[in-house]
């Protein structure tokens, strides 16, 4: 199960998810699938944490959506948007 963070390219804000494909998750996400995020398109996904459980990656993602987690985040990632995480090679 992965956590990952996406980030506007638009408006430079960012979403924290948990998915068990977090590649299909952005794809969906720049779909437009998604009602939270669908006015601020494209996305780039920008963190990617993997957990051994769903209880685990569950934990991680209620923090980063905590004031300090936000806090965590944006330092992490000031500045303009780079490709930071990459899809694996297929």
Known sequence: MY???????NDGRMYVGM????YKRL????????????GYR???LIHLE???TRS????REKY?????GKQWLKN????????????PDS
């Open 3 to 9: 956590v990952y963070v996406l980030k506007s390219e």
């Open 76 to 87: 992490k990632y000031k500045g303009p948007i780079a490709q930071l995480v990459r899809a």
């Open 42 to 44: 494209p996305w780039k």
């Open 64 to 68: 980063l959506k905590t004031g300090y």
């Open 56 to 59: 685990k990656a569950r934990a």
């Open 19 to 22: 998915s068990a494909n977090a």
């Open 27 to 38: 794809s969906e996400h720049n779909a437009g699938r998604t009602k939270s995020t669908k």
């Open 50 to 52: 993997e957990y051994p």
